[in-house]
C-alpha cells in the first residue's frame, strides 16, 4: 500500500487578484462594467438591508428594493436587448 502525498499550495496575492478579476471578465475576455456596476450595486444592498434591519428603519426598505433592482435588472434589460439567451 504506497501514500501518494498532495501538498496543496496557496496562491500568491497576484493570483487572487485575478481569480476576481476574471468575475468581471464577459465571454469574450472583455472586462463589463456592468458586471461591476452590478456587484457594487448588489453590496450595497446587503449593507442597506443589514443596516434597516439592526435599526429597525422601515424606511429602508425602499432603498434597499431600489438596490436590488440596480443590481439584476440592467442586466437582464441588456440580456434581452441583445438577444441572448442566458447561460
Do not use: C, H, W
Request: glycine content about 6%; proline content about 2%; aromatic content about 6%.
Amino acid at each position: 500500500m504506497t501514500n501518494s502525498s498532495m501538498v496543496e499550495t496557496q496562491a500568491n496575492d497576484a493570483d487572487r487578484g485575478k481569480d476576481f478579476a476574471q468575475v468581471l471578465q464577459e465571454d469574450n475576455g472583455k472586462y463589463s462594467t456592468m458586471r461591476a456596476m452590478s456587484l457594487i450595486a448588489l453590496i450595497a444592498a446587503i449593507v442597506f438591508g443589514a443596516i434597516t434591519i439592526t435599526t429597525k428603519n422601515a424606511d429602508g426598505k425602499e432603498i434597499t428594493t431600489a438596490f436590488l433592482a440596480a443590481a439584476f435588472a440592467p442586466k437582464a434589460i441588456q440580456r434581452f436587448a441583445e438577444g441572448s439567451p442566458s447561460k
